[in-house]
T-cell receptor, first 113, second 115 residues
């Protein structure tokens, strides 16, 4: 079985400050890793994914994440946030060969002016 | 690409009633998924289809829940004899089977409230 833990339920930051949203996972098999974003009243959108290769993955809207196999982590970062980044962010894993995504409980990112 | 459509956006029902939700995936997508999301939690997998075949069901999907995807196009999720614990956002997503294109497109969901 797989589980995903997002260590912070809420993260408030000031505009133009850097941010890191933490994600740790547990799995007995190899997994693909994902970050999804949910803006208010919208569906989940894929921010970025790690399937293989370079452990530093770049996504949309200036976000990036680094896969650390030894620490089973996939933290999301952005060097300078904007008001428009206010949303809920979900980390997810999918066992290779399976179709089911297992999500964390989400981190609400709030950007203050 | 018109995106994944779900109908209705909101449904309020009384305990014990049956409800049915519809999902229209992106037209060329052959995989379709249902997830459930409760307040403060991430989405939980319920079931998925490849074309018209239902290939996996979560143990969360009790015998009161049934999903269909006739002809491999739209899908319906029916909940019989609803309970207050069924109140949640029901999300539909679709994808293709192109290797390397591991991306789900989600709809905006159907919010179910059971009174």
């Amino acid at each position: 079985a797989q589980s995903v833990t997002q260590l912070d339920s809420q993260v408030p930051v000031f505009e133009e400050a850097p941010v890191e949203l933490r994600c740790n996972y547990s799995s007995s098999v190899s997994v693909y890793l994902f970050w999804y974003v949910q803006y208010p009243n919208q569906g989940l959108q894929l921010l970025l994914k790690y399937l293989s290769g370079s452990t530093l993955v770049k996504g949309i809207n200036g976000f990036e994440a680094e896969f650390n196999k030894s620490q089973t982590s996939f933290h999301l970062r952005k060097p300078s946030v904007h008001i428009s980044d206010t949303a809920e962010y979900f980390c997810a894993v999918r066992p290779i060969g399976a179709q089911k995504l297992v999500f964390g409980q989400g981190t609400r990112l709030t950007i203050n002016p | 690409d018109t995106g994944v459509s779900q109908d209705p956006r909101h449904k309020i029902t009384k305990r014990g009633q049956n409800v049915t939700f519809r999902c229209d995936p992106i037209s060329e997508h052959n995989r379709l998924y249902w997830y459930r999301q409760t307040l403060g939690q991430g989405p939980e997998f319920l079931t998925y289809f490849q074309n018209e075949a239902q290939l996996e069901k979560s143990r969360l999907l009790s015998d009161r829940f049934s999903a269909e995807r006739p002809k491999g196009s739209f899908s319906t999720l029916e909940i019989q004899r609803t309970e207050q614990g069924d109140s949640a956002m029901y999300l539909c997503a679709s994808s293709t089977t192109d290797r390397g294109n591991e991306k789900l497109f989600f709809g905006s969901g159907t919010q179910l409230s059971v009174l």
